[in-house]
């Protein structure tokens, strides 16, 4: 089995890689990933000539929409191995996993820099769903909004208001609404949950405006900074959402949550979106964000509804 080992391809795998110009964060990354291999939470494939898949399955993704969810987190191969073995192993993962269960999800998030895997995923008839763009700032202690505006913190007073809003404001590219695994009511409700859960603590902030109802929010989390980056204080700024009444309101929460990482002392935020979002895009410019990285993402399932 071709051992877990820090490449630059593998570097590109590190959700903050491009923070670290050395590298080093992506020997983090490796090492995590093989630490999680050895304890078990990671299972590996041997797909053949060399090629062997990581991946895990994800308890939480499964209990929800009631099928067997995988990803996939990495898969190596000797120098010798071609295009053609690449899609055979990931072609037979799919048949491992189709043995197993009568239903499952399995997907992957994939750097644009790895032209590999994504050769041997679209030849193993994986469909390309989503392709995404993360941004950043690593000098926010330089931030300085244009203009400031009221907000707060939403509380559970909020979650009735906020679950209506993220199921009304659909982004029909995000992963869940452009793949046709997911009916649109299961699409809404993952994202209905999953602010409700970011009020109930998976998210360390949740903003919205100040006056008026809680239509408007942006939710943030404070990263555990890898040991390659302990001198760095990092935000995330993930899930957000905009009705109708409140047009604008996006460019002000970007802003706001800007200023409160700040305030805490933060010296680096980024966020992600697809790359579809041009006017997402824009407005992360306008607040001095700039490109990070660019990562693809594939599915190929079975569904007996």
Not at 44 to 61: M, P, Q
Request: hydrophobic share 40%.
């Amino acid at each position: 089995m071709t051992e877990l080992i820090a490449s630059e391809r593998s570097g590109f795998y590190a959700p903050l890689g491009f923070l670290d110009r050395l590298g080093t964060v992506g020997e983090d990354w490796i090492a995590d990933l093989a630490a999680e291999h050895t304890a078990g939470a990671v299972q590996s494939f041997d797909g053949g000539n060399g090629v062997v898949i990581y991946y895990r399955k994800l308890a939480w993704d499964s209990d929800f929409f009631g099928v067997p969810t995988f990803r996939v987190d990495y898969a190596t191969w000797p120098d010798d191995a071609d295009y053609g073995a690449i899609a055979a192993a990931f072609a037979a993962l799919r048949s491992r996993i189709a043995a197993a269960e009568a239903s499952f999800y399995l997907f992957a998030e994939v750097p644009c820099e790895d032209t590999g895997v994504i050769a041997g995923l679209g030849s193993a008839a994986w469909r390309l769903i989503e392709t995404r763009i993360t941004c950043y700032r690593d000098d926010l202690q330089q931030f300085e909004p244009r203009t400031r505006y009221r907000v707060r913190s939403a509380t559970l007073d909020d979650v009735p208001a906020l679950r209506q809003t993220a199921t009304e404001a659909v982004n029909h590219f995000d992963r869940f609404h452009a793949d046709d695994f997911f009916n649109k009511e299961e699409s809404d409700n993952f994202l209905g949950a999953f602010v409700e859960n970011s009020i109930k603590g998976f998210a360390d902030e949740v903003i919205v405006p100040q006056e008026g109802p809680s239509n408007a929010f942006l939710t943030g989390n404070y990263i555990k900074s890898p040991p390659s980056l302990a001198h760095r204080k990092i935000g995330r700024m993930v899930l957000s959402a905009v009705s109708t009444e409140r047009r604008g309101w996006y460019v002000k929460l970007i802003g706001e949550l800007s200023q409160k990482f700040k305030e805490r002392g933060l010296d680096t935020s980024l966020m992600t979106t697809q790359a579809t979002n041009r006017a997402v895009l824009k407005v992360w410019e306008r607040h001095g964000y700039r490109f990070g990285r660019c990562t693809h993402i594939f599915s190929i399932y079975e569904r007996k509804r």
